[in-house]
């Protein structure tokens, strides 16, 4: 019997009702295939910094080092500013640990009605792979003659050799590895941002040069994002910086039906540190506690989290059920246009596992 640690963390509005159902089916599956999971969970986020003007300890990254694992729900509140969340929970775990690939697939799956016309299900079939540790994000920069009229803010954007072409690997590795178009399309500004990603078009050259097998593409983040509307059959492996590849997923999971379906991994290749898997969508005050969330991008975090751990049997089943849910129709959430509330259809996700 595998036995895994994994560190909870709901966070806040919605993530903590998502994980509920979440978790509920990660438990489900687990009898089935010899599972055990040792969920212990943190009450980091908001309501913590409440308490304690921290979003969570400062031996946080110490305690979490200690997983197999991290599944994390959502940050943020309307009464905290975003930078204090963001900077006080979800970077600083992705770069301790190393987190360089975050992995978002975006599907079409029959049943969802999105908002592209003469899209079928299947039509649109993508993964972007966003920079997670350096790029935009790089905590780099600082304040002068701040609260005056002088004031001054310097947000450094930072790109290295060793970063760009680490993560780029990667995307190559995953265009190989889905075996679907075998294309990677690679997301820049470089034309107006001829530095940093400049280091980033030259190691897509270098890593391309390795994988002739793989068609390859360079876009400016404008065409690009045009083209996930225009033409999302077009891609295949996205790869992308930081901020790039954070605005890339809102857009792929729009055009595949809602927010509410797009699941994460922050992925540390190698195995030296624990990943992190979440929902791309973050803590929606507007309708947190009304029991109206989707808890689907959750729970398939939750099988990317298996599949990463190598237990695949498990993560098939969960995305197959999941699918069932979807295709079948009656037991959908308002972002997808039913009207079930979260814990029906985290149910009816744990009666299609059978
Ligand atoms: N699911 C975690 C969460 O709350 N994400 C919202 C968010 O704003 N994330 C920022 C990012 O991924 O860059």
Same mark, same amino acid.
């Not at 910094?49 to 969570?56: S, V």
């Not at 935009?136 to 930072?158: D, L, R, S, T």
């Not at 099988?303 to 695949?312: K, N, Q």
């Given at each position: 019997?595998? $036995?895994?640690?994994?560190?909870?963390?709901?966070?806040?509005?919605?993530?903590?009702?998502?994980?509920?159902?979440?978790?509920?089916?990660?438990?489900?599956?687990?009898?089935?295939?010899?599972?055990?999971?040792?969920?212990?969970?943190? %009450?980091?986020?908001?309501?913590? #910094?409440?308490?304690?003007?921290?979003?969570?300890?400062?031996?946080?990254?110490?305690?979490?080092?200690?997983?197999?694992? &991290?599944?994390?729900?959502?940050?943020?509140?309307?009464?905290?500013?975003?930078? !204090?969340?963001?900077?006080?929970?979800?970077?600083?775990?992705?770069?301790?640990?190393?987190? #360089?690939?975050?992995?978002? %697939?975006? =599907?079409?799956?029959?049943?969802?009605?999105?908002? !592209? /016309?003469? $899209?079928? *299900?299947?039509?649109?079939?993508?993964?972007?792979?966003?920079?997670? =540790?350096?790029?935009?994000?790089?905590?780099?920069?600082?304040?002068?003659?701040?609260?005056?009229?002088?004031?001054?803010?310097?947000?450094?954007?930072?790109?290295?050799?060793?970063?760009?072409?680490?993560?780029?690997? #990667?995307?190559?590795?995953?265009?190989?590895?889905?075996? /679907?178009?075998? /294309?990677?399309?690679?997301?820049?500004?470089?034309?107006?941002?001829? #530095?940093?990603? &400049?280091?980033?078009?030259?190691?897509?050259?270098?890593?391309?040069? $390795?994988? %002739?097998?793989?068609?390859?593409?360079?876009?400016?983040?404008?065409?690009?994002?045009?083209?996930?509307?225009?033409?999302?059959?077009?891609?295949?492996?996205?790869?992308?910086?930081?901020?790039?590849?954070?605005?890339?997923?809102?857009?792929?999971?729009?055009?595949?039906?809602?927010?509410?379906? *797009?699941?994460?991994?922050?992925?540390?290749? +190698?195995?030296?540190?624990?990943?992190?898997?979440?929902?791309?969508?973050?803590?929606?005050?507007?309708?947190?506690? +009304?029991?109206?969330?989707?808890?689907?991008?959750?729970?398939?975090?939750?099988?990317?989290?298996?599949?990463?751990?190598?237990?695949?049997?498990?993560?098939? =089943?969960?995305?197959?059920?999941?699918? +069932?849910?979807?295709? $079948?129709?009656?037991?959908? %959430?308002?972002?997808?246009?039913?009207?079930?509330?979260?814990? +029906?259809?985290?149910?009816?996700?744990?009666?299609?596992?059978?």
């Amino acid at each position: 019997m595998a $036995k895994y640690k994994i560190a909870v963390i709901r966070g806040d509005g919605i993530g903590i009702e998502v994980m509920e159902e979440s978790l509920k089916v990660l438990n489900a599956v687990a009898d089935r295939y010899d599972i055990t999971w040792d969920f212990v969970e943190f %009450p980091w986020g908001s309501d913590y #910094y409440f308490e304690h003007g921290h979003m969570m300890p400062p031996d946080a990254l110490d305690i979490l080092a200690e997983f197999n694992q &991290i599944y994390l729900g959502a940050v943020g509140h309307p009464d905290i500013q975003d930078h !204090l969340t963001l900077n006080g929970l979800l970077l600083p775990i992705r770069r301790r640990f190393d987190q #360089y690939v975050c992995e978002r %697939p975006n =599907t079409l799956f029959p049943g969802i009605n999105g908002p !592209l /016309k003469d $899209k079928e *299900a299947w039509d649109i079939d993508l993964v972007v792979i966003r920079e997670n =540790t350096e790029g935009e994000y790089a905590n780099v920069g600082g304040f002068q003659y701040q609260g005056f009229p002088e004031e001054i803010g310097v947000q450094v954007g930072v790109f290295t050799r060793h970063g760009s072409e680490r993560v780029i690997t #990667y995307a190559f590795e995953q265009a190989r590895a889905r075996n /679907k178009k075998r /294309k990677v399309t690679s997301v820049t500004k470089s034309n107006a941002q001829g #530095y940093g990603m &400049i280091v980033w078009d030259n190691a897509f050259e270098r890593v391309a040069e $390795k994988y %002739p097998d793989i068609e390859t593409e360079s876009l400016l983040v404008d065409a690009a994002c045009m083209d996930f509307v225009r033409k999302p059959e077009d891609f295949d492996v996205v790869v992308a910086s930081n901020l790039f590849g954070d605005i890339l997923t809102d857009i792929g999971a729009i055009i595949t039906g809602s927010m509410g379906l *797009a699941p994460s991994g922050n992925i540390d290749p +190698q195995r030296r540190f624990p990943s992190m898997f979440e929902p791309v969508h973050g803590s929606a005050p507007d309708i947190m506690g +009304q029991g109206i969330s989707n808890p689907l991008a959750a729970i398939t975090s939750g099988s990317m989290m298996l599949r990463f751990i190598g237990e695949t049997e498990a993560a098939d =089943t969960i995305d197959t059920a999941v699918l +069932q849910v979807i295709e $079948k129709g009656e037991t959908l %959430p308002p972002d997808l246009g039913g009207q079930s509330t979260t814990s +029906q259809v985290g149910d009816a996700v744990l009666s299609a596992l059978g």
